[in-house]
């Protein structure tokens, strides 16, 4: 290829199409025909011509300029491309502007991650129930797949700190809701939020467990580590 052809080719420019455009272009209202005018309408304005006409944009394809006038006219309704007074210049003009372009995909991307939080959420909610039974042994009553509700929806307690209440009440013994309950409430009224926190609290109060001399003295020969009765709190 002749070195003259290549810088013309160079100098003329590139135009770079946001990956998520073409990844989402479906989801925000958009067939091919209309993805390729907006693009031709980016390219144009890149270039300079920043209110290039449907005869401009018709002939870099192959279609009418009729049929890019309607597709303009789409574009702008679908609050995709938005008309707007040009002030840069002496004579007033008007240019298009692709911002709402941007933040109709930026609204859709948001949206996305809104629907993968909440089927997380989801995800976890059945992950607790299943955990629940499985610790009870039996299925959840309904009073008591409506306090696990209650906990996830009015109180909005955190899923990894609800399993943890539930196994701290596996290793006191004391395997039901009431006493489940009494440790989210201790832990909330302290301000306890992550696991870290759940560890260090619970160690706290082991270290000082409402044992007499005799039990404690038990304790020390069987080796084993009292545990806390959040009940008596």
Known sequence: MDNKMIVAWMESGMMQIP?????????IGLDEKELIVLLQVISFIEKGNH????????????????????ILRRLIQLQLLKIEKDNSE???????????LWTKLADELMSEQKQKDLQTVLDEGQDIYTMFEQEFGRPLSPM??????????????????????????????????????RILFEWKKNGIRTLEQVKIHSAKFRQKPKTTAGQQLNNKKSGT?????????
Do not use: H
Not at 19 to 27: F, G, H, N, T, V
Not at 90 to 97: A, C, F, G, I, N
């Open 19 to 27: 990956i998520l455009l073409m990844e989402k272009y479906r989801q």
């Open 51 to 70: 209110f290039p006409t449907p005869e401009e944009l018709s002939e870099r394809m192959t279609i009418t300029s009729k049929e890019c006038s309607l």
């Open 90 to 100: 002496e004579v007033r003009s008007e240019k298009y502007s692709v911002a709402p």
């Open 144 to 181: 008591e797949c409506e306090s696990l509700a209650m906990w996830l929806d009015e109180d909005k307690q955190d899923p990894v700190i609800i399993k943890a209440a539930l196994r701290e009440s596996v290793l006191s013994g004391k395997v039901n809701f009431r006493y489940i309950d």
């Open 225 to 233: 580590v009292p545990l806390y009765n959040w009940l008596e709190q």
